[in-house]
Nanobody, 115 residues
Framework: QVQLVESGGGLVQAGESLRLSCAAS????????MGWYRQAPGKQREMVAL???????NYADSVKGRFTISRDNAKHTVYLQMNSLKPEDTAVYYC?????????WGQGTQVTVSS
């Protein structure tokens, strides 16, 4: 089993920044994909950004140029730096880790961007 603990959500105004963190613990595999998804009220959960253990990155078109995903493999932690936040970025952000055919989720952290 893998546990994911997220931190860093909050309430900000449009144009401001936030940094999310997600630390993994438990049965850690060296080969994995970590990332962030988000779910706004009344909408489906969507991928925001993914990063493999080898450093390959994928972003949703809506966040390219504004969000940066990174990871510290020694700390089993993934980060999401969110700049130039917009009201449409408001959602619950979930950390995700995929390894050895298993999919793990964090509890979610609320990000609210006011206009």
């Amino acid at each position: 089993q893998v546990q994911l603990v997220e931190s860093g959500g909050g309430l900000v105004q449009a144009g401001e920044s936030l940094r999310l963190s997600c630390a993994a613990s438990g049965s850690i595999s060296r080969f994995n994909v970590m990332g962030w998804y988000r779910q706004a009220p009344g909408k489906q959960r969507e991928m925001v950004a993914l990063i493999t253990s080898g450093g390959d990155i994928n972003y949703a078109d809506s966040v390219k140029g504004r969000f940066t995903i990174s990871r510290d493999n020694a700390k089993h932690t993934v980060y999401l730096q969110m700049n130039s936040l917009k009201p449409e970025d408001t959602a619950v952000y979930y950390c995700n880790r995929r390894q050895i055919g298993m999919n793990y989720w964090g509890q979610g952290t609320q990000v609210t961007v006011s206009s």
